[in-house]
């Protein structure tokens, strides 16, 4: 069973790596923030936004019910997210569909390019969609990992990957 389920698993993976590269303007956009009420902690670097927050970048765009946003002298490190679900999206390039994540709690380390979305983490990009308890996907290295629940609990990873049109 293995043997038959491998060359569906590694064409999952190569198709994965395309959800964790984002347009390169982004990063050169500013970063616009809207709440219902934010705090902000000048000793600490930390702001946290709360009811209907939504932080846009280009692209990027962060949801969730609770926001906290890290800075430091060099700008943003972090971004957490909190929301029933939390959600983040972003256009890979100018060529891919617009990827969508979704899980009860995202944390973005913007210097590290990576974000971890946990507790019923979902990524759809176009018609594909990928589930797990935990997906951890960094941008800058195209790097994609999932993590189903304890073995306990039975969650695994989900992928489904629908067939290419044309008959390619």
């Known amino acids: 069973m293995y043997n038959k389920l491998r ?66 002298d060099a700008g943003v490190q972090r971004i957490i997210s909190t929301g029933s679900p939390a959600q983040f999206q972003q256009k890979p390039s100018q060529e891919q569909p617009l990827t969508k994540a979704y899980g009860k709690r995202m944390d973005y380390r913007v210097a590290q390019q990576e974000v971890t979305i946990t507790e019923s983490a979902r990524v759809d990009q176009e018609r594909d969609t990928f589930t797990g308890e935990r997906i951890v996907y960094n941008m800058e290295k195209s790097l994609v990992n999932a993590y189903g629940s304890d073995k306990d609990s039975g969650q695994r990873v989900q992928m489904v990957i629908q067939p290419k049109s044309g008959g390619n």
């Open 7 to 72: 060359p569906v698993f590694l064409i999952a993976l190569l198709a994965l790596p395309s959800l964790a590269q984002a347009l390169p303007e982004d990063r050169e956009q500013p970063i616009r923030i809207s709440a219902d009420h934010a705090s902000m902690n000048e000793l600490t670097g930390v702001t946290v936004y709360t009811g209907n927050v939504e932080i846009v970048q280009g692209t990027m765009v962060i949801r969730g019910a609770r926001v906290e946003l890290h800075r430091n």
